[in-house]
């Protein structure tokens, strides 16, 4: 029988999609907001408007320490990652345009430059390994005199796979080439800084690793770009309310409407977090979590871990196959009978699955946040070896 799951303990391992729990602060930055503030930001001239506007000007200034970035209002605030992809891929492409990504990319990015590739946008979709590693001279070579854009997952949503990002911005900058990054796996989980690594474009998510609610992200644009990067919509902004036409200025000209601010107050809460803690020491203790997960897997017949093998090059995310049952059954077993949560199927990476030979069964993907426990690690390796030997519960 199921396992009393409103009663029960968890395990979850479904940090890839959105992480849980989310430090006690994030909450409480979010109540405050409703029952202290509620008002809304650069829309009045009362008070409760300008603590309204100062929560958001202090998510964003955490936020752009965070990633290196000298000017908060470079950041954008969106409702997520794919929002965020949206913007730069729709506002800096056009037809004629040539348009450079890897085999390893979330739909996120692929979705749009199919969509623009209908519109007359050139797409180049660069292989990888069969871990899910880009190789930077197959990028290099694939580079034309009117490439506009180089996009690319900082990691895999389904592997983990780490991309030499730093390598790849050199090799844009270089040749006098956009570089965008989907850094929905990684902001808050590994280092990054858009100087260092020549960004132009990087989307992130609010509620993945950088421990806010869901419905928030953004896309830090690089000074000067605004004036190249269309908005995907226009409206309201609360600032040149006298003209009609849209704000030429970051981040207000893709801001549009009355933004999430009570999200926001969560997002901030959530990224001062990862601050206090250090990236690093998270870094540390999920490459630890991930790197026992390995270990107990290598010693489990029958069961096919992708991606590298080296946690070292992973985030906290594995993907795994058990011999004679399906990646759906499975992660049904662990949530029923042992209270493991996790996700299984084709994690909305097509492209991914096909360059790991994976699709079109998909695969049982483990993703390990910070809050996670090496005895729950262990406890799901026993359920595994109980699934792979056939004796789940019944």
Known sequence: MPLDQLNSPIIYFDNAATSWPKPAG???AMINYNEQIGGSPGRSGHHRSLDAGRIILEAREALAELFGCDDSLRIAFTKNATEALNIALLGILSPGDHVITSGMEHNSVMRPLRYLEAQGVQVSVVSCSDDGRLDTEDVRAAIWPHTRLLVVTHASNVTGTIQPIADLGKIAGHHGILFCVDAAQTA???PIH?????IDLLAFSGHKSLLGPQGTGGLYVREGLE???RPLMMGGTGSRSEFEGQPDFMPDKYESGTPNTIGLAGLGAGVRFVLAEGVEAIRSKEEGLTARFLTGL???PGVTVHGPPNAANRTAVVSFNIAGVSPSEAALELDEHYGILCRPGLQCAPAAHRT?????????????GYFNKDEEIDLSLEAIRSLAGGDAPH
């Open 194 to 198: 858009v100087g260092e690594m020549a």
């Open 26 to 28: 994030m909450m409480a």
């Open 356 to 368: 790991i030979g994976t699709f079109s069964r998909g695969t049982i993907r483990f993703g390990f």
């Open 188 to 190: 808050g989980a590994l």
């Open 298 to 300: 290598a010693a489990l």
């Open 227 to 229: 004036k190249q990067l």
